[in-house]
């Protein structure tokens, strides 16, 4: 069975920081996805990952792929509080549109 | 486009009466998943459906949730009797099998079961 794991699961940070975000997963798969979710919303595709050592940046976000560790992260580069929202990283599982989400996390960026 | 559109937005209910919660998926989107979200649980897949035949409806956690597409442009997820514990936000979400395959979601259902 497929799971995917998040860290970490909450995360207050200062304008202007740096952080990243984890995302584990536990079978062999080659895509991967980023969503955000502002409170109250639905949620919002940021990243496509499709391959080993793929990364994509936009804006203030960078996210990478290592198929071989099973691990992705998303790179959060001088935060400001316009990116306050949950992140949700997805695994497509067995290449057959059957999407696997992690718990999110909740992320708040502080004055 | 008008992207994923789910109807209600909001459904308040009590125990025991039937729901029925809508989506129409993007226009050429053959893939369209339905999803819970709590904050017990997250997001789980409930079904998911493929040229309007389901796939794998494992998520589905009891007979009392049934879903259905008649057509391309149309699915319904009903709850037959509802309970408590039936209360969260539903999404639907559709995309489209190619090179890069990406979800859209719809704005969701909050569903109340008092």
């Known amino acids: 069975e497929l799971k995917v794991e998040q860290n970490p699961l909450f995360l207050s940070m200062q304008e202007g920081k740096n952080y990243t975000i984890y995302c584990n997963y536990s079978?062999?798969?080659?895509?991967l996805y980023w969503y955000r979710q502002d409170p109250g919303k639905s949620l919002e595709s940021l990243f496509v990952?499709?391959?080993?050592?793929a990364v994509k940046q936009e804006g203030r976000l960078m996210a990478s792929l290592d198929t071989k560790a099973r691990l992705s992260t998303l790179h959060i580069t001088a935060a400001v509080h316009d990116l306050s929202a949950t992140y949700f990283c997805a695994v497509d599982r067995n290449y057959g549109q059957n999407f696997v989400f992690g718990p999110g996390t909740r992320l708040s960026v502080l004055p | 486009d008008a992207g994923v559109i789910q109807s209600p937005r909001h459904e308040v209910t009590e125990m025991g009466q039937e729901v029925t919660l809508r989506c129409k998926p993007i226009s050429g989107h053959d893939y369209l998943f339905w999803y819970r979200q709590t904050m017990m649980r997250g997001l789980e897949l409930l079904i998911y459906f493929n040229n309007n035949v389901p796939i794998d409806d494992s998520g589905m956690p009891e007979d009392r949730f049934s879903a259905k597409m008649p057509n391309a442009s149309f699915s319904t997820l009903k709850i037959q009797p509802s309970e408590p514990r039936d209360s969260a936000v539903y999404f639907c979400a559709s995309s489209l099998e190619g090179a890069v395959e990406k979800l859209f979601f719809g704005s969701g259902t909050q569903l109340s079961v008092l």
């Open positions: 990952l499709l391959s080993n050592g």
């Open positions: 079978t062999t798969s080659d895509r």
